[in-house]
């Protein structure tokens, strides 16, 4: 566990690397070449500014999705939880109602949210494994407790609700006009720090300061794009929300089935 945490740490800036050694390969040769025609002045400094700017902006943006959705698995936990409360409450109420059955499809429904959200499976099948815990709230209602019944839909629909927001945060990027103009700028920025040069002695200098802004803005880019879809799941982020409280929630819940069911029998 330390060396995955030790690896998502350091991921992005490994990615990083091999980049940076080409650009450095690149600012050498441009040198060699005799292109490096421009001088850093008041315009380029203006222009890193802008690129600075603009990814502070985005990154600010996608960090704010970002904190909105680590709340969602808790939400989903919370909502399959308070129905297991739920149903289990009834069962105080009615002896004779068995809620074996609903705790089990709540179970099942949260094995089958685990698992849509470690494959990024499609989300349709998803929503109508959730529409099927409607059966149990129509058994729950011939037991005339209306209040128990509405408990149960609201929890459902907050579940759906839930599901329905991963989705959108899945399939959807933060502001693509922001991305467009933060990537132009960053170009611009990489294209100006190869063509800067200045006197032979002062190469080392340009080059170590150049390969250093550089890995900065990928590095930057990169986490960007990471914090931008934090539910993939799949070893290509170094972003992905934990689904830790989740994994914990279906745990707790399977072995209070169990010893409800060992008790009953």
Same mark, same amino acid.
């Given at each position: 566990?330390?060396?995955?945490?030790?690896?998502?740490?350091?991921?992005? @800036?490994?990615? %990083?690397?091999?980049?940076?050694?080409? *650009?450095?390969?690149?600012?050498?040769?441009?040198?060699?070449?005799?292109?490096?025609?421009?001088? *850093?002045?008041?315009?380029?400094?203006?222009? *890193?500014?802008?690129? %600075?700017?603009?990814?502070? /902006?985005?990154?600010?943006?996608?960090?704010?999705?970002?904190?909105?959705? =680590?709340?969602?698995?808790?939400?989903?936990?919370?909502?399959? =939880?308070?129905? *297991? =409360?739920?149903?289990?409450?009834?069962?105080?109420?009615?002896?004779?109602?068995?809620?074996?059955?609903? @705790?089990?499809?709540?179970? +099942?429904?949260? $094995?089958?949210?685990?698992?849509?959200?470690?494959?990024?499976?499609?989300?349709?099948?998803? @929503?109508?494994?959730?529409?099927?815990?409607?059966?149990?709230?129509?058994?729950?209602?011939?037991?005339?407790?209306?209040?128990?019944?509405?408990?149960?839909?609201?929890?459902?629909?907050?579940?759906?609700?839930?599901?329905?927001?991963?989705?959108?945060?899945?399939?959807?990027?933060?502001?693509?006009?922001?991305?467009?103009?933060?990537?132009?700028?960053?170009?611009?920025?990489?294209?100006?720090?190869?063509?800067?040069?200045?006197?032979?002695?002062? @190469?080392?200098?340009?080059?170590?300061?150049?390969? /250093?802004? /550089?890995?900065?803005?990928?590095?930057?880019?990169?986490?960007?794009? $990471?914090?931008?879809?934090?539910?993939?799941?799949?070893?290509?982020?170094?972003?992905?929300?934990?689904?830790?409280?989740?994994?914990?929630?279906?745990?707790?819940?399977?072995?209070?089935?169990? +010893?409800?069911?060992?008790?009953?029998?």
């Amino acid at each position: 566990m330390k060396i995955q945490n030790l690896w998502l740490k350091w991921r992005i @800036l490994v990615i %990083t690397l091999p980049f940076t050694a080409i *650009f450095a390969l690149a600012k050498w040769g441009v040198h060699e070449l005799g292109w490096q025609v421009w001088s *850093f002045d008041a315009l380029t400094s203006s222009m *890193f500014g802008a690129a %600075t700017l603009l990814l502070a /902006f985005v990154l600010g943006g996608t960090l704010s999705d970002y904190r909105d959705s =680590e709340t969602l698995p808790i939400e989903i936990g919370c909502a399959i =939880e308070a129905s *297991f =409360e739920n149903a289990l409450l009834l069962t105080g109420l009615h002896k004779d109602y068995a809620p074996q059955q609903y @705790l089990g499809d709540l179970i +099942h429904a949260l $094995d089958a949210i685990l698992d849509w959200l470690k494959s990024g499976s499609a989300t349709e099948p998803l @929503l109508e494994q959730i529409a099927k815990l409607a059966k149990h709230q129509a058994a729950i209602g011939q037991y005339g407790n209306q209040a128990v019944v509405n408990f149960a839909q609201v929890e459902q629909d907050k579940l759906r609700s839930a599901i329905l927001k991963i989705q959108i945060v899945r399939d959807t990027n933060f502001v693509a006009p922001a991305y467009a103009i933060l990537e132009l700028f960053i170009a611009a920025a990489i294209v100006s720090l190869l063509l800067i040069g200045g006197d032979i002695a002062s @190469l080392t200098k340009s080059l170590v300061l150049s390969s /250093f802004l /550089f890995t900065a803005f990928i590095y930057l880019l990169i986490l960007i794009r $990471d914090l931008d879809n934090p539910f993939q799941y799949k070893g290509s982020s170094s972003a992905d929300i934990s689904l830790i409280t989740l994994e914990a929630t279906h745990r707790r819940l399977c072995d209070r089935l169990e +010893h409800l069911s060992s008790t009953s029998n």
